[in-house]
């Protein structure tokens, strides 16, 4: 498939998500969370696209947050934004020598070290007069989500693209809920973006049970060829009555009676 092609696609595929959830709303303004990942450049190019046509007016906001590991080069992220004219904020946090003095033995590193980030996000979404924060999880993250629920926690959830943050001021939405990885990893790929590596202690060491959710994905795939197509669609189309909810079903034996 030729750039254009997969551009006219995923914009396709964001512009729907956008409309289904009502994800943007004129007079929003956005903080683009940018990690130096395929996820969050493909996100931000598609937003911009979608803002110079949108019948509302929106704005733009490219946020990174730096944690401190040593090596990461924020110089690269900066150098791209500035020359392709986006507004931006590189913001400097001690996130790693929090995590090194604080974190638990045995804890998810990745873990603690998002909760870290989400929280500078929050400030500074409020700093820079943003009412929505915009990160760059795609199809593939929902249903292995929901999946890593249920096999190890025992909860039918996922992500949601749309939700009140948890400090209760902000929005965060997830446009690219409807996009496949293997469309973003060939799209950046063509588009040549400057990908980089958070340089984290942790980073390219593979999540055992995300591995695990992605490999019987990929095996499901060559039987049923549309499998991650239903099971996102899934997520939209919940039956409370068919599900373990005593709940529900009390209420329903109520309303017979």
């Excluded at 994800?23 to 450049?41: H, N, P, Q």
């Excluded at 931000?44 to 704005?59: C, G, I, S, T, Y």
């Excluded at 080069?73 to 150098?79: F, G, L, Y």
């Excluded at 009555?241 to 529900?248: D, G, I, K, T």
């Amino acid at each position: 498939m030729t750039r254009q092609q997969l551009y006219r696609r995923i914009k396709k595929q964001v512009g729907q998500a956008i409309g289904d959830f009502k994800l943007i709303e004129d007079g929003d303004r956005i903080a683009v969370g940018i990690s130096g990942g395929k996820d969050s450049y493909t996100l931000l190019h598609m937003l911009e696209e979608l803002r110079k046509r949108a019948p509302v007016n929106f704005e733009l906001v490219a946020v990174n947050v730096d944690s401190g590991f040593p090596g990461f080069r924020k110089e690269v992220i900066e150098s791209y934004l500035n020359e392709q004219g986006f507004e931006y904020r590189m913001e400097a946090t001690d996130c790693y020598e929090t995590i090194e003095q604080k974190r638990r033995p045995g804890s998810s590193y990745c873990s603690f070290c998002a909760r870290l980030r989400r929280g500078v996000l929050y400030r500074l979404a409020g700093e820079l007069g943003c009412n929505k924060i915009a990160l760059g999880h795609h199809l593939d993250d929902f249903i292995e989500t929901l999946l890593l629920n249920q096999f190890y926690i025992g909860t039918l959830a996922a992500m949601s693209p749309k939700l009140l943050a948890d400090n209760g001021e902000h929005t965060v939405i997830r446009p690219l809920v409807y996009v496949e990885e293997s469309d973003i990893i060939q799209y950046s790929r063509l588009c040549g973006f400057p990908i980089i590596c958070c340089a984290c202690p942790v980073c390219g060491t593979v999540d055992q049970k995300r591995q695990k959710m992605k490999q019987l994905v990929r095996s499901l795939a060559t039987e049923i060829p549309e499998i991650r197509r239903s099971m996102i669609a899934a997520l939209g189309n919940v039956h409370p009555l068919h599900l373990l909810n005593s709940e529900v079903q009390f209420d329903q034996k109520k309303s017979t009676e």
